[in-house]
């Protein structure tokens, strides 16, 4: 099992550019996750869909757009980037649970620069 | 509202020290997760433990062991006998709230383990 999977590596992007960040998870995870990590700032939460067909909003919304492809996929776009959105952003998914939030495995990560 | 806070930014310990991580959290909820991951220098996010607030047993896995009293609010993670390897960010993270996806994690503290 590859556990949870994130393309690119690495991206710069200028200004007012636009990408998407895959990420694709083969652990028949319900939900998936996007952080972001700032120096000292630990993760903070983008975006979130805790089941196939529902996505939510999370800690840092602003600038972002995600879509759960399927059960395995859940990509962030990135419309028009700005440099404020230079960080390093990882993606995890988790087992499904109402009242249990099980632990989440993240990927390896994708260091996003914005000059 | 939740919050984690880890006032310890960064520790220095000499190899075979034992070294203990500080975590505080704070939440209303009576029902709360916690968590500790290892980030190390490679930069992935590696889930150590899982603890829910009904669970104040102390827990060991080999060289690590976690102290929880909820009477302090506290989730400490102490490791003995201090390796290289153990050199990397170590965050602590709360979730609380039923049907709540969020994890809150704290800024992270960093150790480095001297040879």
């Known amino acids: 099992n590859a556990g949870v999977t994130q393309t690119p590596k690495f991206q710069v992007l200028k200004t007012g550019q636009s990408m998407t960040l895959q990420c694709a998870q083969d652990?028949?995870?319900?939900?998936m996750y996007w952080y972001r990590q700032d120096p000292g700032m630990g993760l903070r939460l983008i975006y979130y869909?805790?089941?196939?067909?529902?996505?939510d909003k999370g800690e840092v919304p602003n600038g972002y757009n995600v879509s759960r492809l399927n059960k395995r996929e859940f990509s962030l776009r990135l419309e028009s980037a700005a440099p404020s959105q230079t960080s390093v952003y990882f993606c995890?998914?988790?087992?499904?649970?109402?009242?249990?939030?099980?632990?989440?495995?993240f990927g390896p990560g994708t260091r996003l620069t914005v000059t | 509202a939740q919050k984690v806070t880890q006032a310890q930014t960064e520790i220095s310990v000499v190899e075979k020290e034992d070294v203990t991580l500080d975590c505080v959290y704070e939440?209303?909820?009576?029902?709360?997760?916690l968590f500790w991951y290892k980030q190390p220098p490679s930069g992935e996010l590696v889930f150590l433990i899982r603890?829910?607030?009904?669970?104040?047993q102390n827990e060991i896995s080999g060289r690590y062991s976690w102290n929880f009293q909820k009477s302090t609010s506290s989730f400490n993670f102490t490791i003995t006998a201090s390796q290289v390897v153990d050199s990397a960010v170590y965050f602590c993270?709360?979730?609380?709230?039923?049907?709540?996806?969020?994890?809150?994690f704290g800024k992270g503290t960093k150790l480095s383990v001297i040879p």
């Open positions: 603890r829910n607030s009904f669970d104040e």
């Open positions: 652990m028949n995870h319900n939900s």
């Open positions: 995890a998914s988790s087992e499904f649970g109402q009242l249990i939030l099980y632990e989440q495995y």
């Open positions: 869909s805790a089941s196939e067909g529902t996505t």
């Open positions: 939440t209303r909820d009576t029902t709360y997760y």
């Open positions: 993270a709360l979730h609380s709230g039923a049907g709540s996806y969020q994890l809150t």
